[in-house]
């Protein structure tokens, strides 16, 4: 492994780690996530003219992210602190994360008059100032609350909504690099028995917590709601108590758990099973694959929310998906086409999650401009979006995030240390 000097924010000697191998199944998952959260969000549109979601689950591909992430962290830096320090471990994270956070920010700025239409009513009232200093905080990764609303749908950053699930991403490697790295496993696993307890409040609706208002209220959109649970775990895009709680709570017990599995599996590793996996698959990444579609695609349990279909959500959560991480990580592609399919996937997955919506947002004006429209148009509409999104999110990683993060890398990074 290659190891260059550098200098941390206090002046002191630093070395820098190359990247450490990359479970190619579990890149290639992040992929498979990251297209049906295209899909889910394409027959979003659609919902209350077909009557449902057909891949109805598809919002749980963000708390599968989650799972990922903790398990990815834990295994690249878990080991590495007494060689890199709190500074050099955030240069990393912000190489790797924020080129593609700006890039989907002006993404969005550029194509933000392109959703007008009436389900988006801020947009054509929306000034000049507060369009520019939304830019300025969306490119800053700065939550907007509702008084800098300008589409009218409360998103912490209205030209590019996913971005909600990137600040909590970055919480948890702030609340990682700080509290969790130096905690230990029996420590880690009382936190998730808490996150878990978070999660089955959220879904199962017991709301201990009691953020979800009773009765009628009016929404900080001025939309009139019925209070209560949910019964389910969407949410965590505006700032408010109700939006913050669940954002939370849908980042704690996957990140946790993540980094738990990653650390049990550490150290359970030998020669004969260099994963630690107690489970190896043969054509691991397909049935991983397989059995992620079908989760996010089962109808509504019960046919409407409630306590069936929380459950449902929280046993995927707490249970199924841990367990195709693991399934994940012990096992291995036995063939060159798998691993180019993997590759693929996980090259564009993070890519083609942060620029889609966008073009989701020109959709949904579209779509809902030209209701009448003959059905061969809306279908021709949806599958372009998708094609166009994952040519467009492969085109900007080779033309823009990778080398970005390479000169990132050897100027930022790499800095040599001052003698």
Not at 388 to 399: M, P, T
Request: hydrophobic share 45%; with cysteine.
């Amino acid at each position: 492994m290659d190891r260059v000097l550098t200098l941390d924010i206090m002046g002191r000697e630093n070395v820098y780690l190359e990247s450490k191998p990359r479970y190619e199944i579990l890149d290639g998952l992040r992929g498979v996530a990251a297209i049906m959260v295209i899909i889910f969000h394409a027959f979003e549109t659609y919902n209350d003219r077909i009557g449902t979601q057909i891949v109805n689950h598809g919002y749980l591909a963000v708390d599968f992210f989650f799972v990922l992430s903790g398990f990815v962290i834990g295994y690249a830096y878990d080991d590495r602190w007494d060689s890199m320090t709190t500074w050099g471990f955030f240069k990393r994270r912000l190489t790797r994360l924020h080129p593609m956070v700006i890039m989907g920010t002006v993404v969005g700025a550029c194509l933000f008059f392109f959703g007008e239409y009436a389900g988006f009513p801020n947009i054509s009232q929306c000034p000049g100032w507060k369009f520019a200093l939304c830019f300025v905080m969306g490119l800053l990764m700065i939550p907007c609350g509702h008084g800098l609303d300008i589409r009218g749908w409360g998103e912490t950053n209205s030209f590019n909504g996913p971005n909600w699930s990137l600040t909590y991403e970055y919480i948890g490697n702030i609340l990682y690099a700080f509290v969790f790295r130096h905690l230990s496993k029996a420590a880690l696993f009382v936190l998730l028995l808490c996150s878990a307890f978070l999660t089955l409040n959220l879904a199962l609706g017991w709301d201990v917590t009691g953020i979800f208002p009773k009765g009628e209220y009016l929404s900080p959109d001025n939309v009139l709601v019925t209070g209560g649970p949910t019964y389910n775990v969407i949410g965590g895009w505006s700032i408010d108590r109700q939006q913050i709680t669940i954002g939370f709570t849908r980042l704690l017990y996957p990140f946790i758990c993540g980094l738990l599995i990653s650390r049990l599996l550490r150290s359970r590793m030998t020669e004969d099973n260099p994963s630690g996996s107690p489970i190896r698959l043969r054509g691991g990444f397909w049935w991983c694959s397989l059995l992620l579609v079908v989760l996010f695609s089962i109808p509504k349990i019960g046919g409407k929310a409630g306590i069936p279909d929380g459950l449902y959500q929280a046993v995927t959560i707490i249970l199924l998906f841990p367990l195709i991480i693991i399934m994940g990580a012990g096992s291995r592609t036995t063939d060159a086409h798998s691993a180019r399919v993997c590759k693929f996937l996980g090259d564009i997955s993070f890519p083609l999650y942060i620029t889609h919506y966008p073009l989701m947002y020109a959709q949904m004006a579209w779509a809902g401009n030209h209701q009448d429209a003959p059905i061969w148009m809306h279908i021709m509409l949806n599958v372009g979006v998708i094609v166009f999104s994952i040519i467009f999110a492969y085109a900007i990683l080779k033309a823009y995030d990778e080398p970005v993060r390479q000169w990132l890398k050897e100027h930022w990074l790499k800095r040599p240390a001052r003698k």
